[in-house]
T-cell receptor
Framework: AQRVTQPEKLLSVFKGAPVELKCNYSYSGSPELFWYVQYSRQRLQLLLRHISRESIKGFTADLNKGETSFHLKKPFAQEEDSAMYYCALVLYNQGGKLIFGQGTELSVKP | GAVVSQHPSWVICKSGTSVKIECRSLDFQATTMFWYRQFPKQSLMLMATSNEGSKATYEQGVEKDKFLINHASLTLSTLTVTSAHPEDSSFYIC???????????FGNGTRLTVT
């Protein structure tokens, strides 16, 4: 069965510290994964898409098929990075619906 | 960029009444829209896939007679919560993609409170 797991509900770091938000997936096909971010009182926004291999707001994520992981990383966290982060797997064979992980709340302290 | 508009942003209703939530794709056509539900501090749970011109596909455990979905045009899908109860209070979010295999864009969500 398809599943996305984010093991940490809350991750708290100090400004300037490195950040890694973990995401593991279970999918029998070739996965396409995303990271979405939800700032306080705002809509869910696309942060990263693994196939584009780009860096947004200093965040990067590499798909590791061997470990079935898609961890989100940033070398130096900023206070404005505080938000909810969701890892998601898209099922194009089911109309493009997204399966979300449980979400990780990132809190960056000054 | 692609914009998805959801209305209303919040609504309070009494038990037993019905509430309609609209989801519009403002600058693109969406043959498929998705309705999610989000409880506080929890993830988004897919409720149903809304297909233009055909019946919606509901996820397991979601009552189709309680959560009526209509996707009458390529830019509008509606979710009607019928005979609402307090346990239906939640955050409802719709999403749509402009093209096949393109990322989903999300509406701002609707906060429903049933008293």
């Amino acid at each position: 069965a398809q599943r996305v797991t984010q093991p940490e509900k809350l991750l708290s770091v100090f400004k300037g510290a490195p950040v890694e938000l973990k995401c593991n997936y279970s999918y029998s096909g070739s996965p396409e994964l995303f990271w979405y971010v939800q700032y306080s009182r705002q809509r869910l926004q696309l942060l990263l898409r693994h196939i584009s291999r780009e860096s947004i707001k200093g965040f990067t994520a590499d798909l590791n098929k061997g470990e079935t992981s898609f961890h989100l990383k940033k070398p130096f966290a900023q206070e404005e990075d505080s938000a909810m982060y969701y890892c998601a797997l898209v099922l194009y064979n089911q109309g493009g619906k997204l399966i979300f992980g449980q979400g990780t709340e990132l809190s960056v302290k000054p | 960029g692609a914009v998805v508009s959801q209305h209303p942003s919040w609504v309070i209703c009494k038990s037993g009444t019905s509430v309609k939530i609209e989801c519009r794709s403002l600058d693109f056509q969406a043959t498929t829209m998705f309705w999610y539900r989000q409880f506080p501090k929890q993830s988004l749970m897919l409720m149903a896939t809304s297909n233009e011109g055909s019946k919606a596909t509901y996820e397991q455990g979601v009552e189709k007679d309680k959560f009526l979905i209509n996707h009458a045009s390529l830019t509008l899908s509606t979710l009607t919560v019928t005979s609402a109860h307090p346990e239906d209070s939640s955050f409802y979010i719709c999403s749509a993609a402009g093209q096949i295999n393109s990322p989903l864009h999300f509406g701002n969500g609707t906060r429903l409170t049933v008293t």
